[in-house]
């Protein structure tokens, strides 16, 4: 499996080319047809057609229960229990599945993508971009601008092919004119339409910062700053704006004052609510000081900075994190030793 970018949901990390994947697509998109169309015989035959799926799961697993950390068929009927509104039985099935594979990225994508849609992650100060899953054949079609707004998204929006990372296959749409082309340019049969969060400060700039939570502390690991609405810290203008620099000099040696007390609560219940050991959360601010999420997982990285000398005011921030990071994983040995 390869690591996880999202921008606004956190749960996207599946291979593309998977069964594990097409077979999960395949769920939600007979879930959406089943919602979509109420009333129509015909429509409800995908309801039934995962009904059945779950039931054949079901049997097999009391014949012969799936051991360690080969969880495919639970992660699916999780999924699946989920797509049939069954989201207290899903919830718990995915719990289950992760107190034996607890690094298994499909079932922690996949239960992300659960408690979200169920408001288990909602948090005050926090906002979070609507995303759903389209056929890009109806995007890229006459419809495509009527089905965009018929569930109530506006432009600009973003849209995103599944599977991808560090930006690939994820643009931005400024109007209904350029939906269908922007849809055309992207692979995959479904596409993820994102609702846009602007980022961007008084001086247009757009924000990304980025903290770590290890052993429930949050640090400051970095902020990029760029001109473009996609940051990446390795394609921002960082090198190249001494200002830049020091704002990010000012995040990471004071946090609380460079964020404001609406966001730093906002961090802390994201931490409690996820409860991870190691994570990461990406994010910009609104206007008002609200948390704009781009994302939070376990999978990101520190990297530390090149020994150029304009990086040298983030070593410091760095080098806590990596100790911070040392010192949780020797005691959890210890804890592991004496259970």
Same mark, same amino acid.
């Given at each position: 499996m390869r690591g996880c970018e999202s921008a606004g949901k956190w749960y996207d990390c599946k291979s593309p080319t998977s069964s594990l994947a097409r077979t999960v697509k395949r769920s939600k998109q007979n879930a959406a047809l089943s919602r979509g169309v109420a009333g129509s015989g015909r429509l409800w035959a995908p309801r039934l057609a995962q009904e059945s799926r779950l039931r054949q799961l079901e049997d097999s697993f009391a014949r012969h229960r799936v051991e360690g950390e080969a969880v495919e068929p639970e992660i699916e009927r999780a999924v699946l229990l989920g797509a049939l509104n069954r989201r207290a039985d899903a919830q718990q099935a995915f719990i289950d599945i992760l107190r034996r594979?607890?690094?298994n990225f499909s079932a922690l994508n996949e239960f992300g993508a659960l408690l979200t849609d169920m408001g288990a992650i909602d948090v005050a100060g926090v906002v979070t971009p609507r995303t759903i899953a389209m056929p890009r054949d109806l995007l890229a079609g006459a419809d495509g601008a009527s +089905?965009?707004?018929?569930?109530q998204f506006t432009f600009p929006l973003l849209l995103r092919s599944p599977g991808y990372h560090t930006g690939r296959n994820f643009i931005l749409v400024a109007s209904a004119a350029e939906l269908a082309a922007a849809a055309?340019?992207?692979p995959g049969a479904d596409l993820l339409v994102i609702e846009?969060?602007?980022?961007r400060g008084k001086d247009g700039n757009a924000r990304k910062y980025r903290v770590m939570m290890i052993g429930g502390q949050i640090y400051p690991l970095h902020l990029a700053i760029s001109r473009q609405w996609k940051v990446h810290y390795f394609?921002?203008?960082m090198a190249d704006k001494p200002d830049h620099r020091l704002e990010e000099a +000012?995040?990471?040696g004071d946090m609380p004052a460079a964020l404001g007390d609406k966001a730093i609560a906002a961090l802390e219940q994201i931490r409690d609510a996820l409860g991870l050991d190691y994570g990461g959360i990406d994010f910009g601010l609104g206007p008002d000081g609200d948390l704009l999420l781009f994302e939070a997982n376990a999978t990101m990285v520190i990297v530390p900075p090149n020994p150029d000398e304009r990086w040298a005011y983030r070593r410091a921030a760095i080098g806590k994190i990596l100790d911070a990071v040392v010192a949780m994983i020797v005691q959890k040995s210890a804890q592991a030793g004496r259970a």
């Open positions: 594979a607890p690094a +089905s965009i707004a018929d569930r055309v340019s992207l846009y969060l602007d980022a394609t921002s203008d +000012s995040f990471l």
